[in-house]
């Protein structure tokens, strides 16, 4: 097989100073033209314009892309289509502001960041609309996203007031060894359109926690989210240049690989499919940039025949279905042990059949629509290879005749371990169900892929669920809960699914650790 090119590859479905910094500045965006946006309380907050050193602009020769609603597939307003010249503005004004930003007390960045989390919960309604008018999330679940982001400007405004320095015993008289904790300098964030929100705060939280400034490029599927932030980042006192956004579509890979090989930018930090995260790394590589990548997963989900079957159906419904299937986290094989088998895959089907698909702006919807219709012809097609091979539809099993990019939520039984989905990510609302006899076979299917990102398994054994969670080849694991993600956990994966953490242990990768002996004492 041909590696595909840059281009290929960022087309795939992936799965983004007055003492100095209280000077007021006059910023203003155009509105977006979609009537689906006038029911926000604070219609402000949707910008139509890219942000470079404070200021909402334009892209240079005038290009724009349209952003739909997934519900709808109708326009919901355009942002720029930016390019390279606006990509090093964007760095240059980064590069600028940390000259400033990157000397302000940790304190300093703690209060501004709280003002921004403040904002963030009093704009809750707004904000969460915006992600499902773009995203297709049913409300509860955008307003459960927005609350989830918060959490990540929160948690690392109090982990910018921990950034603590070690003493370390010296080997020679006279000598003290010391280290504290630098900013790295001036990171280029690139984020996936499932959370237009939480993937952003956990990247610029942690970033501005620790001194650093930033160039974004969000999703063009989904960056009303992403300006509204920023915009909310510079209500609450976020310096110009401190935060900047790079908007754009066509020119991804050009923007992208400016973001990734420039010399100013210090860290590259990306969230997205496996392909593109190689891609990325190899360009940083080039100037030996510290990078965060979280990459794709393919998530084993075990059901043994100890486990407390209602915890396990209410981990499958939360962990597979989260975001209607499209969350790298989600589980992707499901591995049920056969003396609960008949019972799991009847009690799933009569949970899933409950669901309400639906605009997620709709009372009572429980889940939206697929981000696009590409979206909708690969699980079409992961479909069709599992029964071509021998598996069983028990629910669902095909697009749903609207508008907009509907699947029906779908679960296939007895799908074979030949199936494409076992070895590629679905991303979407697919219950794959394979039946297994022993702990042994089960690891080893498990552990049976590229990926290694999360893992979940139902068991109250207590020596089984120490032996699998430490058996499994994965960054994160849930024993017994569908529901890891949390701003506090070192969330990464390992094998192909990324390299690094963010929340716990995440501001580390923003900061330089340097080493100072002073010595002649
Ligand atoms: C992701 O899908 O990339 C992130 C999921 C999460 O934070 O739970």
Request: glycine content about 10%; hydrophobic content about 40%.
């Amino acid at each position: 097989m041909r590696f595909p090119t840059s281009t290929q590859l960022f087309s795939l479905p992936l799965r983004s100073t007055k003492p100095p910094f209280l000077r007021a500045s006059l910023v203003y965006s155009r509105m977006a033209s979609s009537s689906a946006f006038q029911a926000l309380k604070d219609s402000s907050l949707i910008k139509t314009q890219g942000f470079i050193d404070g200021k909402w602009i334009d892209a240079k020769d005038g290009g724009k892309i349209i952003v739909t609603n997934p519900s709808t597939d109708e326009e919901l307003g355009t942002v720029p289509e930016m390019g390279v010249a606006e990509t090093k503005e964007a760095i240059e004004a980064a590069s600028k502001a940390f000259k400033s930003w990157g000397k302000t007390t940790a304190k300093y960045r703690h209060d501004i960041m709280v003002k921004f989390f403040n904002l963030m919960t009093e704009n809750a309604d707004d904000l969460a609309r915006i992600i499902t008018l773009e995203n297709g999330k049913a409300f509860a679940e955008a307003k459960g996203e927005n609350t989830y982001s918060a959490s990540f400007i929160e948690w690392f405004a109090e982990e910018a007031v921990r950034t603590y320095g070690e003493h370390i015993p010296c080997a020679f008289p006279g000598v003290r060894n010391v280290t504290i904790q630098q900013p790295v300098g001036v990171v280029s964030i690139l984020t996936p359109w499932n959370f237009p929100s939480a993937m952003i705060t956990r990247k610029v939280g942690a970033a501005l926690a620790a001194g650093c400034t930033t160039v974004i490029k969000p999703p063009p599927e989904t960056p009303f989210s992403a300006l509204a932030l920023i915009e909310l980042a510079r209500r609450a006192g976020v310096p110009d240049g401190v935060i900047n956004v790079v908007t754009t579509q066509k020119n991804v890979s050009e923007v992208a690989k400016e973001m990734c090989e420039n010399k100013i930018v210090k860290k590259v930090s990306f969230t997205g499919s496996t392909p593109v995260a190689k891609l990325l790394t190899g360009m940083a590589a080039q100037t030996l940039k510290k990078v965060s990548m979280e990459a794709g997963g393919n998530a084993p989900f075990i059901v043994f025949d100890d486990a407390d079957i209602d915890q396990a159906i209410e981990g499958a419904i939360a962990c597979k279905f989260r975001g209607t299937g499209q969350t790298c986290v989600c589980a992707n094989r499901i591995y049920v042990q056969s003396g609960v088998y008949a019972e799991f895959a009847s009690r799933l089907a009569d949970r899933v059949a409950q669901f309400k698909v639906g605009d997620g702006l709709t009372d009572g919807t429980t889940h939206g629509p697929l981000i696009h219709h590409r979206a909708v012809e690969k699980v079409q097609s992961h479909i069709n290879d599992a029964v071509s091979k021998g598996a069983q539809v028990l629910i669902g099993g095909s697009k749903l005749p609207r508008p907009g990019s509907f699947f029906a939520p779908t679960i296939l039984s007895d799908v074979p371990s030949t199936a494409l989905l076992n070895t590629e990510e679905t991303f979407g609302p697919l219950a794959a169900l394979t039946k297994f006899e022993t702990e042994e076979e089960v690891i080893k299917l498990a552990n049976d892929t590229d990926y290694g990102l999360a893992g979940y398994f139902f068991s109250r054994d207590i020596g089984r669920v120490w032996r699998v969670a430490e058996a499994l080849e994965v960054g994160m694991v849930g024993t017994n809960t569908g529901m890891i993600s949390q701003a506090q956990i070192p969330f990464g994966g390992v094998k192909e699914s990324g390299l690094g953490r963010e929340g716990a242990h995440g501001i580390s990768e923003y900061m330089n650790t340097k080493f100072i002996a002073f010595g002649g004492l």
